[in-house]
């Protein structure tokens, strides 16, 4: 079955940029997304077909797919984006979730 | 506004039943896939099931496959998720979330607040 994997944990001063990868096989053939989960809260789509934002989702979060990983990048990262961050694809009609990176803004 | 609100959770024996629901407003129900998605305790996110705008198709994870079943009815914009033969692996919050317009692969842009199950004796 198809895999993601995302490092667990990555650390960013405030106003640094953060960079979160996640690698599947051949995932820049497929869309990737980015959830970003915070205790007690739903999560929210934050980059979609690999580096559009929905509305509402800050300019600072963009994204990028090509070969073998996508990567989340969060410019001048601020308290607030501290949380979990989850990449996502799609094969074989279902939805695969990375296991997810802690990202601590300190 | 555009809301999901899931229902249905609470506590159940191993090897129980359980339905949950989840009402939809703010937005055309009947346009859009809907997924389950839950988080165990301390895991992280589980996609659990998919059915398209309609209802005619309908996917989901090996680990419930044959003792889950999504539904939906677009006249009363509701989601439902029956779970049956439950472990307690499927102690988890469960979220309902919608797909992008159009899309049917887990581009979710509009999420629950989620209901818990407890799978417990």
């Known amino acids: 079955s198809y895999e993601l994997t995302q490092p667990p944990s990555v650390s960013v001063s405030p106003g640094q940029t953060a960079s979160i990868t996640c690698s599947g096989d051949k995932l820049g053939d497929k869309y990737a997304c980015w959830y970003q989960l915070k205790p007690g809260q739903s999560p929210v789509l934050v980059i979609y077909q690999d580096h559009k934002r929905p509305s509402g989702i800050p300019e600072r979060f963009s994204g990028s797919n090509s070969g073998n990983t996508a990567t989340l990048t969060i410019s001048g990262a601020r308290a607030m984006d501290e949380a979990d961050y989850y990449c996502r694809a799609w094969d074989s009609n279902t939805v695969i979730f990375g296991r997810g990176t802690k990202l601590t803004v300190l | 506004q555009v809301q999901l609100v899931e229902s249905g959770g609470g506590v159940v024996q191993p090897g129980g039943s359980l339905r949950l629901s989840c009402a939809a407003s703010?937005?055309?129900?009947?346009?859009?896939?809907v997924h389950w998605v839950r988080q165990a305790p301390g895991k992280g996110l589980d996609w659990v099931a998919l059915?398209?705008?309609?209802?005619?198709?309908?996917y989901y994870a090996d680990s419930v496959r044959g003792r889950f079943t999504i539904s939906r009815d677009n006249s009363k914009r509701t989601l439902f998720l029956q779970m049956s033969s439950l472990k307690a692996d499927d102690t988890a919050v469960y979220y309902c979330?919608?797909?992008?317009?159009?899309?049917?692969?887990?581009?979710?842009?509009?999420w629950g607040r989620g209901t818990t199950v407890t799978v417990s004796s």
């Open positions: 979330a919608r797909d992008l317009e159009g899309r049917f692969d887990g581009m979710l842009d509009v």
């Open positions: 059915v398209s705008f309609d209802g005619s198709n309908r």
């Open positions: 703010g937005f055309t129900f009947s346009r859009y896939a």
